[in-house]
Each structure stands twice: as C-alpha cells, then as structure tokens.
C-alpha cells in the first residue's frame, strides 16, 4: 500500500507552512498570471455585454442598416438620397423582411403648442419605425398604414417633448404647429433609457435622451407638406432572426447597387455582422492579453520548478530518510507535486481573490463595464493547478530517482 | 531457529570513475531469528556496503540474498521499499529524524508508508514512544531533545512497524558513554523480547553485548567468529 493522495497533500501542505517566505515568493508569479487572466476576461466579457445591449437597445441583431456610405467618392457623380418612390420600389421587393422603415430627419426646430415651445427633431417615419427600433408607444397609438397613405396630419411625440409641451396633461387628441403644419397628436412614445458608459455625459446620464426629443410623423406628410426639399437619407430593415439578416443584407445591397446604377452610394450594414465584427476585434485584443498573463504563467512556473529544484536538493537526506522507512518512487513523486500543486493553487486562490479586487476598481473607476462569471473561476484554478502539474513533474521526477544510499550519505 | 537472514556469495561492484571496485566479494552470512550480531570491520572493509544491502537499500551485483524466507536479491526499487517498510527497522548513527516534525510525527512516518489509517498510527506510535520512556515528550521536535533522546525516538521509529530485523549502524558513534550504554541497553532488551538485532560497529564494548561478531575485511568475511 502506498500513502494516498491525500496524506501526499497532507505532507505538501505542512512542507509549504514550514517555509513561508520561500513559498509566498515563490507564488507571486502565479498570482500576477492568474490576477490578469482574471481581469482580462471580466473586461472582455463586459465589453461584449455593453455591445450587445447597445445592439439590442438600438433594435437588436436582426437589424439591418442602408446608410450614405462615407468612404465612396461623391466628386464621381450621383447623391446618396432615396426619392418616396424608390423606397415604395424597394419595400416591394423585400417582401420577407419582418419590417420595413424609410425615414427622413430635419434640422431641430420649434414644435408649438399654445404659447410654449420645444426644440426637437421631427422625423418622417413608416409604421415598422417601432419594430426596427424596438420601441413602443407609453399612450395612443403609433403612425399606420393609413397615415402613410393618406399624408395624414398626424405626430407621436417623444416622451421629453410631450412632458416639456403638455407637463402632466395628455397631449393625445391635442394639436401642435410645426413648421406651420398643424399635427394631431395620436400618441406618445416610452421613454428609452441606457445607462452612460464611460463618464457621464455632460448634458444627460442617459445615453438615449435623444431619442426621447424626437417627434414622428408620417414619411409621406414630412416629404409633401412640411418639407418637400428633403431626401431620404437611407432606410432600415428587420429580419424575421439574426441568421436571415446576413441574407437579407445580401439582398439590400444587390437592390440598392442596381437602383443607383452600380454606383455604391450606400454603405448596408447588419447588425448581427457588425457584432461579429466586434466581437472579432475583442477576440484579438483579448487574445494578446491572455497570452501576457499565459507568459507570466509559464516564468512563474519555471521560478517555482527551480525553487521546488533547489528544495530537493536541500532535503536529499530527508528523502533519504522517508525511503529508508518504506516510502515508494511513487510517494516521494506525489509528495513533492503535490506541493508544487498545492504552492500553484493557493497563487491561483489569492490571484482570484486580487483579481476580483482589481476587476471591482476597475469597473468603478474607469466606468468599464467589467463582468466577472463563475466560468473564469474555474479557468483560473484550472490554470493554476495546470501550470503546479507541468512545472512540479520535472522537481518530483528528480526527488523520486534519488538513490536511498546516497540521499542518506548527503550532509 | 529459521534463518531469518542468508547470503550466499554476494558481490558488489561499484564504478569510481573508470576504474571497477569490489566493496563485496563473495560474502555468505547466516543470522537466526532472534541472534543479537555485530558487525566489526576497519573503514574500507565493505560493511556499510553489506549493510545497506542486508537492509535492502541496494541491491548485490551479484550473489542471493534472503530475508524472512524471501528472496530480495532479485527485488526492483518499489518492491525494496516495501520490504524496507515491513520487515526492516533502521537505527543510524546520525539518528536521522525529520526536523520538521515532532517525535510523534517522526515515529509515524514507516506506518504512513504502510497506509495505516491515522487513529492506528498514534495509538501505534505512542506505544513506542511510551516503550522507549519518552511519553511525556511526543509534542516536542527532535531538537529539544538530547542525543541520547533522540536515538531513542530512531528506535522507536524503528520497532514500530515490528520488524523482522534491527539494523543499527554505529548507533552510539555520536552519544557519550552514557547515553551510549542506555541504548546498548534498549537494543539487549529488545534482543531479549526476541527481536532480531544487527549492530554494524566499531566499539568492542559494543561487540561485547552480541551474541556473535561478524568480522569483515576487505569485502569477505573473517574467520573469527566469537560465538562460532
């Protein structure tokens, strides 16, 4: 019978208690490794999360954008502008697509009501503008088709304008003046909200306010009776899931690039691409710091190979000893990986336990969004214990092939 | 009585650099069960060597060796220690205790290698310890201790496992004659209870307290044999 597993811990542990000071210098390594794995992993998987909020709060992943695209030449010839008919074209052709919205934006202007007055963007908008953007109405209703067809006078305001225009009082039913139009209210919208990532914002802590000073009203009303100068600057799609999107964007772009004569005079985008794209970016990144924290790995595991190499050599006679009593090739090995594991383990425990401490500063003082999950855990101990495993096999290796004559000769 | 040691022509050949040296040539010994036996011989006559191999810390480059009824000449490392462990209790001139541990712990470390659960250790070893007349001290690590004392944990630790063979080398060498002749004593009474006792020597007031007194001289047994 050999000792077993946990009598080699067992001796490990009161060998690591016995030297204190060589042990915590030999962890330090560990720690500082196992700490940045820690920290790099909370802030990748933070910034993932912050991506995909902001994808999900700006319609999610099935979102598909037709934008100008900025890098073509426009001294080539040709305006990245849609005409009311082309987007009725292209809405045609796109049957599949879950939703379908083409909208316009003016310069802010005064929206009256009364005698008081708001600074707000008006947009003209399809009815599928609240399933693009994922937004809902907080009262009334939102613009339909009818609205669309009939160039109906009709206006959702945002959820600012209306508290500024009309304070506590329901502005449905009520009329307004823009640009000397009068519109009826038929609905407010939900306030949108997001937190303000990466220190407050000098005007709002809410990342989305904009949107709540927006007003809407039909895209055919804006184009014929309060602005008929306008263009549409580009229009947005839903897929019916995030898979379909890549098609979908696919599609768009064939459209469009016919429409305008080859001529690529809009960028389309989908959101799901761009998040793989992102998600890409932050792999790299995240790649480069895991590999830093691997190589502190990998020098403090060579430090504690030495130091557990010198160790032996010092206590050659009391190996000696323990063979002379019984102790196998196999108990002398276990011994002493044991305590290298043991040495790499509890570097893996104080680096999770600093790295926790500096994922907390960093997530309040940099206003990163950090997110630490039970999964890094277990990376790290698993790390940990792996590098105690690999670096101690060669120290142990030695210890056991001591011959028992000799190791008790050793002064 | 059964032999409980027998050696027939042992060899052992050690390499120092290029040239070849012969520490043992062709040795036969027979001890019984229960004999006390020294074992006399000037540096440089190969006892350590006979020694080492009687106490299977190596291995003959020639030759049978036979313990307790087994043959160990052919053993491999692993199979050694288990002997080591069971049948063998070592008593060194150096006492070669752990210094990190206490007497208790110290007194522990063969039953350990045994895979004895650690209820059946303490109360083991604290017999022993209690046999060797050091009770009131097991908490205390070997340098509290005198020298004298602290061959007495090593004998402790040594008849633990109840052994087949005590094997002693020089174990007065570094105790005064004192402290000397208590152990010498503690090995009579051992020898007395029936154990067997090797004590590898040069002290003929040692020698004195065998039964009979190996000699051995430049690898081969001598024929002066005391107690024939």
Redesign the interface.
Known sequence: ????LA?SLQVGL??IL?RKVRSVVTIIGIVLGVMSIMVVLAIVNGMNKSTLDWMGERGGLTKVEVRRNWSYDFSRGGEATFTLREIRQIRALVPEAAAFNAQSQLQPQELQYGESGFVCSLLGVYPDMIKVEDWAVASGRFLNEQDVENFNNAIVLGSTVASELFGQRSPLGESVTFAGQRLVVVGVMEPKFMANQGGGSAFSDNALEYLNQRAFVPLSTLLSKIAPQERIGGFDLQAKDPEAARELRRKVNDIVLNLKRGKALFSVESAQEQLEQIRRSTMIFSAVFVLIAVISLLVGGIVIMNIMLASIKERT??I????????????IFLQFLMQTVLITGLGGILGIGSGFAVINAVGSYLQLQVLASARMIWVALLVSVGVGLIFGILPALRASKLD??RA?REE | MADIIWTKDLIKDYELGKVKVRALNGVDVTIEEGEFVAVMGPSGSGKSTLM?IL?C??RPSAGEYHLDGVRVSEMD??QL??V???KIG?V?QSF???P?LNLLKNVE??L????LGQKNRTRKAREVIESVGLSDRWRHKPAELSGGQRQRVAIA?AIV?NPAILLADEPTGNLDSQAGGDILEIFSHLHRQGNTVIIVTHDQAVAGRADRVIHIMDGRIGNGDLAG
């Open positions: 019978m050999a000792i077993s009598e009161s060998d016995l006679r009391e000696g000893v323990r063979l002379a009593v019984g102790a196998r090739r196999r108990d028992p004559v008790l | 080492h106490g810390l190596d490392r692993n220690a288990v080591r462990n069971r070592f060194f070669n205790l752990l990190h470390l063969p350990m290698y045994a895979g630790r496992n």
